[in-house]
């Protein structure tokens, strides 16, 4: 199944089965659709590998993995200020269905610079944590979940999700026109 906002929805939840309550199911929706649409957008996520193969120039295609590990997200929430009874609970939730949403469903495609046929093996080196906090003050905008704790819970969030999609790797394939010599080069990629 692709990356979307219900499968990473769904991840969450299944993190954190002992959140319970109306706040905690009208969040997980909102942290999905807003993490999913950030990452749809080039440049907000961007994953650059090293490929090897034969020579030429072409497309790649990879599978990502995050590793689960909700630290950078509950570091990030106690620096923000979340510092409630459930908040390391809903920090470790998101934190860990983030990374099973996209270890299980995340993809990447981009181009190979130097390698037309081969393998590819990249890295999350950019994530931007401003634009994930946007995104996510407008999904809880969008689906009514208001109040004066919406920008601490978004900057927390968002600045955690983006350092943790930061360990993020994969490994892919290199296909379109080689010639006769093998090569190394490079990729960039976007999250697909």
């Given at each position: 199944m692709?990356?979307?906002a219900p499968?990473?929805?769904?991840?969450?939840l299944?993190a954190?089965p002992d959140?319970?309550?109306?706040?905690?199911?009208?969040?997980?929706p909102?942290?999905?659709?807003?993490?999913?649409?950030?990452s749809q957008?080039?440049?907000?996520?961007v994953?650059?590998?090293?490929?090897?193969?034969?020579?030429?120039g072409?497309s790649v295609?990879?599978?990502l993995?995050?590793?689960?590990?909700?630290?950078p997200?509950?570091a990030a929430?106690?620096?923000?200020g979340?510092?409630?009874?459930?908040?390391p609970?809903?920090a470790r939730?998101i934190g860990?269905g983030?990374?099973?949403?996209?270890s299980?469903?995340?993809?990447y495609?981009g181009?190979?610079a130097?390698?037309g046929?081969?393998t590819d093996v990249?890295?999350?080196?950019?994530?931007?944590?401003?634009?994930?906090?946007?995104a996510?003050?407008a999904?809880?905008?969008a689906?009514g979940?208001?109040?004066v704790?919406?920008?601490r819970i978004?900057?927390?969030?968002?600045?955690g999700?983006?350092?943790?999609l930061?360990?993020?790797?994969g490994?892919?394939v290199?296909?379109?026109?080689?010639g006769?010599s093998?090569?190394?080069?490079?990729?960039i990629?976007?999250?697909f």
């Open positions: 692709p990356l979307s499968t990473i929805t769904a991840a969450i299944a954190g959140l319970r309550g109306p706040s905690w199911f009208r969040l997980a909102v942290i999905g659709a807003a993490v999913y649409a950030w957008i080039p440049g907000n996520l994953v650059n590998g090293v490929t090897v193969g034969v020579a030429g072409g295609f990879g599978t993995v995050v590793p689960p590990n909700p630290l997200v509950e929430a106690t620096a923000a979340l510092l409630g009874f459930a908040a609970m809903l939730a860990v983030v990374a099973t949403a996209f299980t469903s995340g993809t495609i181009v190979s130097g390698v046929t081969g990249s890295h999350v080196v950019g994530a931007n944590g401003p634009a994930l906090i946007a996510i003050t999904a809880a905008g689906s979940v208001l109040g704790n919406v920008p978004a900057s927390g969030l968002g600045t999700i983006a350092a943790l930061l360990t993020g790797s490994v892919g290199v296909t379109g026109p080689s006769p093998p090569a190394a080069g490079t990729s990629s976007r999250v």
